[in-house]
């Protein structure tokens, strides 16, 4: 959703022709249900209550460490609300906050933000790498609970906007640098991370849904 605004957004400055912001949040809302989450949604009861085991699940633990530590540095803010929706309609500016502007990508040596970006991705690339193994553990010797499955896929939305905090960190340092970094060929590991960790979600919220659907009793 932030990559579909932002290419609005683009497209109004550049002189290509105004965006009313009416379009904006109309395209938000229609598109918003087809580009949340790549993985399947699993339907649950609304009796279906989170039990202890979930509370102490590793997983969910993990994960929910790896958001924590990407909302700290900048790179995600996690799923969107109504109040950074009204931010958008409202013209509030969008880069406050963002990660390009804390680590300084507009202003530093250029040479010191690649260093920088490549150091935080390492360790965003490990941390998700760590919970695919994880959930692939799980799925080999358990099954999934509804937090497990959730958690998870709240990780990996964390991670794509990561992904995309990168990119355009470093877009602000190509725009001074004599030399131009390729960002696709930056982002490789962890895009190829993001790719199995989608696998991995969709393998997971599977099995939750097949389960549910069977009536096993699981949390």
């Known amino acids: 959703m ?41 339907y649950e009861p609304a009796e279906t209550e989170i039990s202890l085991s979930e509370d102490q699940s590793a997983l969910r633990k993990a ?43 507009d202003q530093s040596a250029p040479a010191s933000v690649v260093s ?7 360790v965003s690339t490990k941390g998700l790498s760590d919970l695919t193994t994880m959930a692939r553990t799980l799925l080999g010797s358990t099954k ?37 970094y390729q960002i696709t060929l930056e982002l490789t590991p962890l895009d190829d991370v993001l790719s199995k960790a989608r696998k991995t979600a969709d393998e997971l919220a599977s099995v939750r849904a097949e389960d549910l659907s069977a009536g096993v009793p699981i949390n």
Not at 14 to 39: D, E, K, M
Not at 148 to 162: M, N, P, T, Y
Request: charged share 25%; proline share 2%.
């Open 63 to 105: 994960a929910e460490d790896y958001c924590k530590d990407a909302r700290a540095k900048g790179l995600a803010t996690g799923e969107a609300s109504l109040a950074a929706l009204a931010d958008m309609l409202t013209g509030k500016d969008l880069s406050e906050g963002a990660y390009w502007k804390r680590i300084a990508a």
């Open 116 to 122: 920088r970006v490549r150091a935080d991705m390492g």
């Open 144 to 180: 999934p609970t509804r937090s497990d499955v959730s958690e998870f896929e709240r990780a990996l939305i964390h991670a794509r906007q990561a992904r995309d905090s990168f990119s355009d960190a470093l877009a602000q340092v190509n725009k001074r640098s004599d030399r131009e």
């Open 2 to 42: 932030r990559r579909i605004y932002n290419s609005l957004i683009r497209h109004e400055l550049s002189g290509l022709g105004s965006v009313p912001r009416q379009l904006i949040f109309l395209a938000l809302v229609a598109l918003a249900p087809l580009v949340g989450c790549a993985t399947v949604s699993v």
